[in-house]
């Protein structure tokens, strides 16, 4: 009977991977991590109570000798009242700097004693550099430079009355390197924080996808073999019926194959330890089993293996994988009749080329290097890229498909587990 006779064409449907959902990981106790977490309540009043209360001294001293100065304690006042200006240098700082800087400088140059009214403007500054407000910080210590010398001289009348305002300028100026560490060290931990999220996020993606390509090779060969022996069941069941029987044993067989296979991906799924499966990965042992499934199934398949050093775990999984997804495509796509399996080992390379008497590439697929290929050929591309191979499908001169995958001998370290974030599905 015809191979393709019974197939069922709405089988040619396209099929996606399983739904997954990555959920943003948190801290302990049900926290979220550390950086996402907003700053403790309060902080924003840290510096303002800071500033207050070193302050305070300064006003005392500024209130006893009022009598005498009533200047010097009104500026010191504009100081202590520009703390609470420090309020808005979260939202904006360049603005905040300014305002303080006018409030304090009076008090800074008309002051004697320590300058706690210079306070307030170096945690100004501070805030400004931190939050990105660098030009508006240096241009109003550029201007306080300038100012604070020529207010103590104008308003104490002594040439020695601007050193203190210099000095204080140059303090802040220090202070700018400060807010600068504080700054590379938010950004450090932001940037720490962003490649750790990215580095979560690829993994569990890559997961995702693998499982799902786990699952697809499973179901998409089994169920596609489930449906070739069903129709030839039913094409024979009158005819033939031993035939038929035949059909109905291979269901039951593939059946029970692919329900281990899926519970050993969900064993996976619910283990602790790592890859581990109820049953043995496949391996190129596997593969003759695998052929004569086809075989029965009226498929004329030729399987020749010529390798001279065995594979390793990775690369027989690899090849098998390619295999059993290239059969299934030849069944559910090439309406061929006989199919040709070789399996033959170059220097440093093992080549699987699998060839078919088909209807070559579908319409619907374009060639394998426009990247438009179908699922199932995308699939077998990332199994042999994964090992550090090549992949490659073309129509031969004779007609029909021919696939040709080159696994290296010597697979890297990295890729001993098959994971790959591979897109599952077939060439449908």
């Keep these: 009977m015809p191979w393709n006779a019974p197939a069922d064409r709405g089988a040619d449907a396209r099929s996606g991977g399983p739904d997954a959902s990555v959920s943003a990981p948190t801290g302990g106790w049900g926290r979220p991590p550390w950086t996402d ?40 006042l504009l100081a202590f009242a ?8 979260r939202s904006h700082p360049g603005l905040t700097v300014v305002l303080v800087a006018a409030l304090c400088a009076p008090a800074i140059a008309v002051t004697t004693g320590p300058p706690f009214s210079a306070v307030p403007l170096a945690f100004a500054v501070v805030g400004a550099v931190v939050r990105g407000a660098r030009v508006w910080a240096w241009w109003t210590l550029a201007g306080f430079a300038v100012a604070g010398p020529a207010a103590a001289y104008l308003l104490r009348g002594q040439p ?40 979560r996020e690829a993994a569990a993606e890559a997961e995702r996808l693998r499982i799902a390509r786990e699952l697809h090779d499973v179901l998409a060969h089994s169920l596609s073999q489930i449906s070739v022996q069903a129709g ?87 090849l098998y994988r390619i295999v059993q997804e290239a059969l299934t495509n030849i069944g559910r796509h090439a309406q061929a009749s006989r199919a040709t399996i070789l399996l033959t080992e170059e220097p ?58 080159r696994i290296p001998a010597a697979v890297p370290a990295a890729s001993s587990r098959p994971s790959s974030p591979s897109h599952p599905g077939g060439l449908s």
């Excluded at 303090?171 to 924080?193: F, K, P, Q, S, T």
């Excluded at 033939?240 to 799924?269: C, D």
């Excluded at 179908?374 to 696939?403: I, K, S, V, Y």
């Design 232 to 318: 030839v069941g039913l094409h024979l069941f009158d005819s033939r019926p031993e035939k038929a029987r035949e059909s109905l044993e291979a269901i039951k067989t593939t059946s029970s194959q692919a329900l281990e296979e899926v519970r050993g991906v969900l064993g996976f799924l619910r283990g602790p330890d790592g890859y581990a499966a109820r049953s043995p990965e496949p391996d190129l042992a596997r593969v003759p089993v695998l052929v004569e499934t086809y075989r029965k199934a009226g498929l004329t398949v030729d399987y020749r293996p010529d390798l001279h050093s065995t594979p390793s775990a990775a690369s027989q999984l690899a």
């Design 82 to 89: 520009a703390s609470f200006l420090l309020l808005a240098g």
């Design 348 to 405: 440093g390379w093992y080549v699987l080329s699998v060839q078919d008497d088909g209807r070559g590439l579908p319409g619907d697929v374009a060639d394998a290097d426009t990247g438009s290929t179908g699922r199932g050929m995308l699939g077998m591309r990332e199994r042999a890229e994964l090992l550090g191979g090549t992949f490659d499908a073309r129509t031969p001169a004779e007609g029909g498909l021919l696939l040709e995958a």
């Design 37 to 76: 977490r907003g700053r403790p309540r309060g902080a924003r009043w840290f510096a303002v109570i800071v500033a207050v209360l070193i302050q305070l001294p300064g006003v005392v001293l500024a209130a006893r000798d009022a009598a005498t100065d009533p200047v010097a304690l009104g500026f010191t």
């Design 160 to 199: 020695a009355a601007m050193i203190r305002p210099l000095i204080v300028a140059l303090l802040l100026c220090l202070l700018v390197g400060v807010g600068e560490a504080v700054r590379n060290r938010r950004e450090r931990y932001r940037e720490v924080a962003r490649s750790v999220a990215a580095r």
